[in-house]
């Protein structure tokens, strides 16, 4: 996973379209069009890995985009990674969802709730979960962002490693689709924590901000709203 730093971009659905948040707050989205469209779009740029976000399940508990997921794995060749997070409540829901050709699951509230579902599904598909650690004023958040836990972020990173986690993804709420540069030192305290590679999300507004986060440890940066706007194209950031 992830052996050289990737620039991954973010692919957020709600109600079918894709579409970017501010800080995680419902209703404040902008919208960028058909999943399937973008999906394939950044294949076609370079893309290698897909990071996909049903924003209904991860507000409502329940995934509601199922058949754009579905689309989207139909529509890239095999060697394309897609992770996929947001209402993946249960095993049975990640199993099902691999069976069916997602390569990774993103875990937030499903992990905080329940630790041990990390391992058992990690038991039958090695290296396959993310858990996502969502901060917001230093603690993690889940629920869409919604409820605190208390949890420290890197305190917590280094815990879902010993339950079998393959990789962190780590998202700076408060600067979540913002445009407002990236955060590094909440960066490099989860990076420092673990040995399993590190995903950086939020904030990213320019290609200093991509340069940053490779240099701060992460293996790979997700890009959504930088892209959307065009503040640069993804071969420009992939060359960093």
Same mark, same amino acid.
């Given at each position: 996973?992830?052996?050289?730093?990737?620039?991954?971009?973010?692919? #957020?659905?709600?109600?079918?379209?894709?579409?970017?948040?501010?800080?995680?707050?419902r209703g404040?989205?902008?919208?960028?069009?058909?999943?399937?469209?973008?999906?394939?779009?950044?294949?076609?740029?370079?893309?290698?890995?897909?990071?996909?976000?049903?924003?209904?399940?991860?507000?409502?508990?329940?995934?509601?985009?199922?058949? =754009?997921?579905?689309?989207?794995?139909?529509?890239?060749?095999?060697?394309?990674?897609?992770?996929?997070?947001?209402g993946i409540?249960?095993?049975?829901?990640?199993?099902?969802?691999?069976?069916?050709?997602?390569?990774?699951?993103?875990?937030?509230?499903?992990?905080?709730?329940?630790?041990?579902?990390?391992?058992?599904?990690?038991?039958?598909?090695?290296?396959?979960?993310?858990?996502?650690?969502?901060?917001?004023?230093?603690?993690?958040?889940?629920?869409?962002?919604?409820?605190?836990?208390?949890?420290?972020? =890197?305190?917590?990173?280094?815990?879902?490693?010993?339950?079998?986690?393959? =990789?962190?993804?780590?998202?700076?709420? #408060?600067?979540?689709?913002?445009?407002?540069?990236?955060?590094?030192?909440?960066?490099?305290?989860?990076?420092?924590?673990?040995?399993?590679?590190?995903?950086?999300?939020?904030?990213?507004?320019?290609?200093? #901000?991509?340069?940053?986060?490779?240099?701060?440890?992460?293996?790979?940066?997700?890009?959504?709203?930088?892209?959307?706007?065009?503040?640069?194209?993804?071969?420009? =950031?992939?060359?960093?």
């Amino acid at each position: 996973m992830f052996p050289r730093f990737e620039v991954v971009p973010a692919i #957020d659905m709600q109600d079918g379209r894709v579409v970017q948040l501010v800080g995680g707050e419902r209703g404040t989205g902008t919208e960028y069009g058909d999943p399937v469209e973008a999906a394939t779009r950044w294949v076609e740029r370079g893309a290698r890995t897909l990071h996909l976000v049903d924003l209904d399940g991860a507000f409502d508990g329940e995934r509601a985009n199922a058949d =754009a997921v579905e689309a989207i794995v139909g529509a890239v060749d095999a060697d394309i990674d897609v992770q996929l997070g947001g209402g993946i409540r249960s095993a049975a829901d990640a199993f099902g969802l691999m069976d069916a050709g997602v390569d990774r699951v993103i875990l937030g509230t499903a992990a905080i709730e329940t630790p041990e579902i990390v391992g058992r599904i990690s038991d039958r598909f090695p290296g396959s979960v993310v858990v996502s650690l969502d901060a917001r004023g230093g603690e993690v958040v889940v629920s869409g962002w919604t409820e605190g836990t208390g949890l420290d972020p =890197a305190e917590a990173a280094a815990r879902y490693e010993s339950e079998g986690a393959g =990789a962190i993804l780590f998202t700076d709420v #408060d600067v979540e689709g913002q445009l407002s540069g990236i955060r590094r030192e909440p960066v490099e305290r989860v990076v420092e924590a673990v040995d399993v590679p590190v995903v950086a999300s939020g904030g990213v507004s320019t290609l200093e #901000d991509v340069g940053a986060l490779r240099d701060a440890g992460a293996a790979a940066a997700v890009v959504g709203t930088a892209l959307y706007e065009e503040r640069f194209t993804l071969e420009e =950031a992939m060359a960093v």
